[in-house]
Each structure stands twice: as C-alpha cells, then as structure tokens.
C-alpha cells in the first residue's frame, strides 16, 4: 500500500492568513503531496511568547481558514508535545504515530538560512524530505542544496502577521489579507 506523502508547515499563525493559505495549496500541487498539515505552534523556540495570541484561537482562526481546501488540515498535534517545538522531536512523534505517512518538512528561505542551528538538523536532513520556498532577503544557492533539499520556485507571497497585528491595532484595514471567515473570527472575538 502507497503510503501518503504529507508535507509538515509549522508555523504561529498568529494569525493564518491568505499568503500561508496559498502557499501550501502550491506546494500541495508542485511537491506533489497529497496533504499539508498546518501544525499551529504553542511555543517557537526562535519567537517571543509576548505577542503569541492563546494556542485555541490560533488553531480556531486555521481551521476556519481551510474548510474550504479538503487537502490542507490545521493540525494541534504539537499542542500535545513538550514545549518548546523543536521539529525534530515533532518529526518523530509523527513517524511514531502515522507510520502510514511519509513526512516532508516544509521551511521558508529565511529559515534554511538559518537551519545548521536548528536541534537535530542533521538528523532531520537524513531522515525526511525539506521542502523550501523563497522569502524576501534570502538568497539561496539551488547547486548547493543537500540530495533531499528541493526548492520549489513560486512568487513571493508579502504578507506577514506582525503587519496584519499592526493594523488590527491600529484601526486599520486588514481583511483582504485573511480568509474571510477568519476576518469574521477576528471581529467577532475582538483578538487582537
């Protein structure tokens, strides 16, 4: 039996927004994956608990904003993880518990910048897939790129959460870089 290839995007998602929605729908199609979870992030080793909006709303908001896209789930499963995430325990929780799944790990350019830094990244490198995309100021050599690296060439997707914070708090106009539904949440539950 054909196990199913599912690419890992772990993120804050504080909040999802439509540059997160439509970058997975890419790489769901140009990495030929048959899932991509959105695994929601309680704790980043590499970000500030500080603006970090509670674990439930943020899961809440991205599974709003994919009950429209049947082969993209908003995923808890690091919920349930010692804190904080490092992906390499991650990776292995999930090898553990869907041995029926081949696991693609999924990273901006800015964080395969960064990745000699990462706990374990040469084991995650010898163990699974890395799927990377492009992100402003991060230049990255495809000839030097490991066996089991693919970059997968798209546009640049500008759109961060700290500017749609930025404008929530500010009063201003933010709704066209969320999901509509997500944009509703928002409003209705005064986060932000």
Do not use: C
Request: no cysteine; glycine share 4%.
């Amino acid at each position: 039996m054909r196990r199913i290839r599912t690419g890992i995007f772990g993120g804050s998602f504080n909040p999802i927004h439509n540059g997160h929605v439509a970058l997975a729908e890419r790489i769901l199609k140009k990495a030929r994956l048959d899932e991509v979870w959105l695994l929601v992030t309680p704790q980043n080793p590499w970000k500030s608990q500080s603006e970090l909006l509670d674990d439930s709303k943020r899961l809440e908001m991205a599974r709003l904003a994919l009950e429209d896209h049947p082969r993209l789930v908003a995923s808890d499963y690091e919920f349930h993880l010692p804190r904080p995430s490092y992906t390499w325990n991650t990776l292995q929780s999930l090898v553990q518990d869907f041995p029926d799944r081949i696991f693609s790990l999924i990273v901006g350019g800015d964080n395969w910048a960064k990745f000699n830094s990462w706990y374990e990244h040469d084991k995650i490198l010898a163990h699974h897939r890395i799927i990377v995309y492009p992100r402003r100021d991060a230049e990255i050599d495809i000839d030097s790129l490991p066996k089991r690296v693919r970059l997968i060439p798209m546009d640049l997707i500008d759109i961060s959460g700290t500017e749609i914070r930025r404008r929530i708090q500010e009063g201003l106009p933010y709704q066209d870089l969320v999901p509509r539904k997500v944009a509703e949440y928002i409003e209705k539950n005064k986060v932000y």
